[in-house]
Nanobody, 119 residues
Framework: QVRLVESGGGLVQPGGSLRLSCAASGFVLDYYAIGWFRQAPGKEREGVSCIRSSSDGSTYYADSVKGRFTISRDNAKNTVYLQMSSLKPEDTAVYYC???????????WGQGTQVTVSS
């Protein structure tokens, strides 16, 4: 069974950090581009960061998170991470990971994890 499971969300104060995990089962994450997306209440889902398959490994960040978020992958654990630092209230959203053979076009989605940045 193909699954993506996000974890690591929670409540954090402005300026704090969180690390999100996206664990895959039923397929090998190594061959896929993995994207992190987020959706805030009343807004459309937006792309946050992406890492290409291991044969390439290049990364992409939205301007709004560049310099604060870092995406990485651990192929041995079949997991992709999103390290988020210097969090701002506007980072509050449900964060989803998606895996696809084509960048920006996920074939599989996780269920999402809530990130709330508030004092």
């Amino acid at each position: 069974q193909v699954r993506l499971v996000e974890s690591g969300g929670g409540l954090v104060q402005p300026g704090g950090s969180l690390r999100l995990s996206c664990a895959a089962s039923g397929f090998v994450l190594d061959y896929y581009a993995i994207g992190w997306f987020r959706q805030a209440p009343g807004k459309e889902r937006e792309g946050v960061s992406c890492i290409r398959s291991s044969s390439d490994g290049s990364t992409y960040y939205a301007d709004s998170v560049k310099g604060r978020f870092t995406i990485s992958r651990d192929n041995a654990k079949n997991t992709v991470y999103l390290q988020m630092s210097s969090l701002k209230p506007e980072d509050t959203a449900v964060y989803y990971c998606g895996a696809g053979l084509i960048v920006g076009s996920p074939d599989y989605w996780g269920q999402g994890t809530q990130v709330t940045v508030s004092s």
